[in-house]
């Protein structure tokens, strides 16, 4: 059996950061072309013709995932090469972090917000924030000079449960709902409501419905589900791309497909919303919030950065680093964050690019240590990033509605789960789907050398039951486990390395039939083509030529 817990040590991600999108019309790195060789393998679900519609005799398919990241990976993320700037340390910021910085940070935030957006610019240096900075209106910035130059250190601790240092937060107000007339299908992107004389091309809009007794049964969940039980909960977010008022009822085509049946059984209805903000992003940025241990283990779920109800945004170049508040020897020495990264909520259609997230002091229960964090969000593209030493490097978690997102050539390791503060030891801790349903996901090229995990949880954190279904591990590798035992079906395609469990006895297989497709085990090498969301988004874009 291959150990299920890598050890190599940290190493922050040195590659330089591209201002093209992954998949870009420029030639491919030698890892990452689509041509693996004569010996290559080609998956029977990915023939040469392969297109959106493709399903064989027996109903297996797999989701165009090509449509994951800042619009939809068809521009690269980035300000307007004209937009102004805001430089902190003329606002007052001091560079040496021997003051707090916060409020001629939020300053330099506040004028960018009401100057209709800019770039808030870090120059060269170690800035102290004592307090948190909050985000809250599109098109801001913030930009540094390099990971490794210009850094900000969090320092405060008390109060931060649930919280984050740097909040990027915009709104979700419905103004308008409409039920659907029809079912809604998987992998369609128009669907039907009876009158959209009020909607609108480039309107926003959430698409979902309520967690029924019928749909949790469906679902084999009955006593298992129950956080969100009678509740309506969005599933997808999307644009309007049109709205057909010519026939009854009215067809409204989205920018992206549907990834789950929604049914008028459970109320599903479109709901328009307002208040989103976009175009915004961090680059270029050293981060830390690790404290003393005691500190560290006194709070829950802290995280350095949080993008919230958030549309066509960015994170990118970005390193945590040793926290000058940390310990200096002993439990915590030497940590970056106090408990969790980056969290992606309820957001859509962003990329985060060559981001290195590590050593957590906290990675106890209760949902800390979670360095790269997505929840109820769609679209979301996670390329060339780094988790180490973290409970949960890579992780969905919490409630319906993660669909549509990509984890590009990651790469995971030491993950440790720790029973509690005086925890010396811990077990490994696997990158995972946490919860509720994550639903047409791809992990994709990625290295794992503690593991990755899509199973039927049960009653743990509070009920998450199956995690996953419809997602995809695509050439996958690594020292640690892979475990694909979904809901419906998953699909484990091209591995080398990885100890892969597909079917077992222990509950967490209950419920999971059929066992998930699987091949070119140890094989991934030979798998043609390397990337599949790269593959699918050269195909996209040259049906859009």
């Known amino acids: 059996m291959r150990p299920l817990l890598g050890l190599l040590a940290f190493l922050p991600c040195l590659a330089a950061c591209s201002d093209e999108p992954p998949g870009a019309d420029a030639p491919p790195a030698p890892d990452a072309g689509t041509d693996a060789g004569p010996a290559s393998f080609r998956s029977a679900l990915y023939p040469e013709d392969w297109t959106p519609s493709f399903t064989d005799a027996e109903g297996h398919f797999l989701h165009d995932f090509s449509y994951a990241g800042y619009h939809h990976a068809e521009a690269p993320p980035g300000a307007p090469a004209a937009a102004p700037t805001f430089d902190v340390v003329t606002h007052g910021a001091d560079p040496t972090g021997q003051t707090d910085a916060t409020l001629a940070v939020q300053a330099a935030i506040d004028e960018a917000a009401a100057q209709g957006g800019g770039i808030v610019t870090f120059p060269e240096g170690l800035y102290r ?169 006194a709070e829950s779920q802290v995280h350095a950065i949080d993008l919230r109800r958030v549309v066509d945004c960015w994170i990118k170049d970005v390193a945590s680093f040793p926290s000058p508040t940390a310990p200096a020897e002993g439990p915590g020495s030497g940590a970056h964050l106090a408990s969790g990264g980056i969290l992606l909520e309820e957001a859509t259609r962003v990329t985060v690019d060559h981001v290195s997230l590590g050593l957590a002091q906290n990675r106890g229960g209760g949902g800390n240590g979670y360095l790269l964090e997505i929840r109820r969000s769609n679209e979301i593209l996670v390329a060339d990033s780094e988790g180490d030493g973290g409970r949960h490097n890579f992780i969905q978690n919490w409630g319906f509605g993660t669909t549509g997102c990509v984890f590009l050539r990651g790469k995971s390791r030491n993950g440790k789960s720790l029973t509690d503060m005086n925890d010396a030891s811990g077990f490994t801790g696997l990158s995972e789907f946490h919860h509720s349903l994550a639903t047409a996901n791809l992990i994709d090229a990625s290295t794992f050398d503690d593991g990755f995990s899509i199973v039927n949880r049960g009653d743990e954190s509070t009920g998450a039951g199956h995690t996953g279904t419809e997602n995809v591990l695509w050439n996958n590798r690594g020292k640690g486990a892979l475990r694909s035992l979904q809901f419906g079906t998953g699909y484990v395609i091209g591995t080398e390395g990885l100890y892969v469990t597909t079917a077992s006895p222990l509950p967490m297989a209950e419920g999971t039939m059929p066992v998930d497709w699987v091949e070119a085990l140890d094989e991934g090498d030979t798998l043609d083509p390397p990337s599949l969301y790269e593959d699918q988004l050269r195909r996209r874009r040259a049906r859009l030529r």
């Open 129 to 297: 924030i004592d307090d948190k900075l909050v985000v809250a209106a599109s098109g801001v910035v913030l930009r540094g000079a390099g990971p490794a130059k210009s850094r900000l250190h969090f320092t405060r601790s008390a109060g931060m449960s649930y919280d984050a240092h740097l909040a990027f937060v915009g709104k979700a107000e419905p103004n308008l709902e409409l039920p659907l007339a029809a079912d809604a299908i998987s992998r369609a992107d128009v669907v039907e409501v009876e009158n959209a004389e009020d909607l609108a091309p480039g309107d926003d809009v959430l698409l979902g419905f309520v967690i029924t007794p019928a749909f949790i049964e469906e679902h084999g969940m009955t006593g298992t589900w129950t956080a969100f039980n009678d509740t309506w909960q969005p599933f997808f977010r999307r644009t309007v791309v049109a709205v057909d008022k010519a026939q009854t009822p009215h067809r409204i085509t989205l920018d992206a497909p549907l990834r789950y049946p929604a049914k008028l059984r459970d109320g599903a209805s479109l709901r328009r919303v307002t208040g989103l903000i976009r175009e915004c992003g961090v680059e270029s940025l050293g981060v830390s919030n690790a404290v003393s241990w005691a500190e560290a283990w």
